[in-house]
């Protein structure tokens, strides 16, 4: 309950594009970039729950896949530009459905996982800047956002994969894919209560 009352002041208040605080030096526009990954919910719910399912596919299974993922976070940061239309219910449908995913604990190839850790980041990196032109965020609010997106993906995978290892049983892979169910749920009443505001 605390998680997702936690979560829930993450909720973003409207659909539009996140507005960086611009003119600042390097460094804040790297916290700026950051800070746009933490307030983002549908975004922290969809990287927290792709670290839940990597780990649960593979204990160490998270470099195997990285390299998507890094590839991916640039796409997404391009196609913002080129596909600027609301990306909040893409957003929250790519988290239930990693969300779900990570509850099933699916175990598919590597080139599959590798696809599906490349759709998060791809569509995560979308639509956290859709909106905003090619070039019109400083490139320290795009570091910052890349930096956090790869923090967060390894924090949650590194937990899981830790839990996993040191605890050995099976109550401990059902909690973490209990957690995924939690982060599934947060995900649609998220999303309900933004359709309710803006219904």
Not at 6 to 25: Q, R, S, T, Y
Not at 28 to 39: K, S, T
Not at 96 to 123: D, E, K, Q
Request: glycine share 12%; hydrophobic share 60%; with cysteine.
């Amino acid at each position: 309950m605390a998680l997702a009352g936690g979560l829930f002041c993450f909720v973003p208040l409207d659909a539009k594009a996140h507005e960086f605080a611009l003119g600042g030096d390097a460094y804040e526009d790297f916290l700026a970039g950051g800070m746009a990954v933490l307030i983002d919910l549908p975004v922290m719910i969809a990287l927290i729950s792709t670290g839940i399912l990597v780990s649960m596919w593979k204990r160490e299974g998270l470099p195997l896949v990285w390299p998507a993922f890094l590839l991916a976070i640039p796409a997404g940061f391009v196609t913002a530009a080129l596909v600027p239309v609301d990306p909040v219910p893409l957003l929250f449908a790519t988290a239930i459905a990693l969300g779900l995913l990570a509850v099933m604990a699916i175990r598919p190839a590597v080139r599959t996982m590798a696809a599906i850790v490349f759709l998060a980041g791809l569509l995560t990196g979308w639509g956290i800047l859709a909106g905003h032109a090619w070039g019109e965020v400083p490139p320290g609010a795009y570091a910052g956002i890349f930096g956090l997106f790869n923090l967060v993906l390894a924090t949650s995978a590194a937990i899981v994969s830790t839990g996993l290892k040191r605890l050995p049983y099976g109550w401990v892979e059902i909690s973490f894919r209990a957690l995924a169910s939690w982060m599934v749920a947060i995900a649609m009443m998220g999303w309900a209560f933004l359709a309710g505001q803006t219904g």
